[in-house]
């Protein structure tokens, strides 16, 4: 469980196109300190490359084995958008090391998907963008939405059934996300993200997951 929260608010929260690197420090309510996100932006004038590292500690690397997942994307910049070519998933522990590669054909509009030492297959669905460049494009439609709109992305790397993500700003001005809400053990399924005026994502929580209260991730000073 540690793993997957702190995959999802690595995803949603530790990118944005005009910073080099940011990191965060994450929490779970008694429990403190359980990790940190590092992520990387790199680009030329018609190329990118974005690397999010989630790195747990404590309680959350002795039950995951000392858990440290990977997250890359790569591919051009067409119209100031990314156009991934690549997305790469990677988590290692002490005992294991598995990949996962998605290929995106454009011309086509098929995604194909490759496992640790598996055959290269067609994806179940076809989307121009990845979690990582998805919050990059979108940055500036999601901070100027209204209050109460729904919004609705696809994005590979998200639900593998359809990759559904929605996102919809509260009356706090905060936002709520929601990615895959099947692997969620709170009330809803939401991580409420408070966004700074320049688009930096400073704070992600989690709230009320099983019963040790909330999951928060904040950006370091």
Not at 34 to 60: N, P, R
Not at 132 to 157: C, D, H
């Amino acid at each position: 469980m540690f793993k997957k929260v702190l995959i999802i608010i690595a995803i949603v929260g530790s990118i944005y196109a005009k910073q080099t690197v940011l990191k965060y420090d994450v929490s779970f309510g008694i429990f403190s300190d359980i990790g940190t996100i590092t992520s990387y932006f790199d680009k030329s004038a018609s190329t990118y490359k974005i690397k999010a590292i989630v790195a747990t500690s404590g309680l959350a690397s002795s039950l995951s084995g000392g858990l440290v997942e990977q997250y890359e994307s790569v591919g051009n910049i067409i119209d100031g958008k990314l156009v991934p070519t690549k997305y790469v998933k990677s988590a290692k522990t002490k005992s294991k090391h598995k990949i996962r590669t998605y290929t995106f054909d454009h011309i086509n509009k098929v995604v194909y998907y490759q496992r640790s030492g598996k055959e290269k297959v067609k994806y179940k669905f076809y989307t121009k963008e990845d979690v990582l460049t998805l919050f990059i494009n979108s940055s500036e439609t999601i901070r100027n939405s209204p209050a109460g709109k729904l919004l609705k992305f696809k994005a590979v790397g998200s639900s593998k059934n359809d990759g559904l993500i929605t996102v919809q700003k509260r009356a706090d001005g905060k936002f709520a996300i929601v990615i895959n809400q099947d692997i969620f053990n709170s009330k809803k399924g939401e991580l409420v993200v408070d966004i700074q005026s320049s688009g930096i994502w400073k704070k992600a929580v989690l709230k009320d997951v099983m019963m040790y209260g909330d999951i928060t991730a904040k950006i370091r000073k």
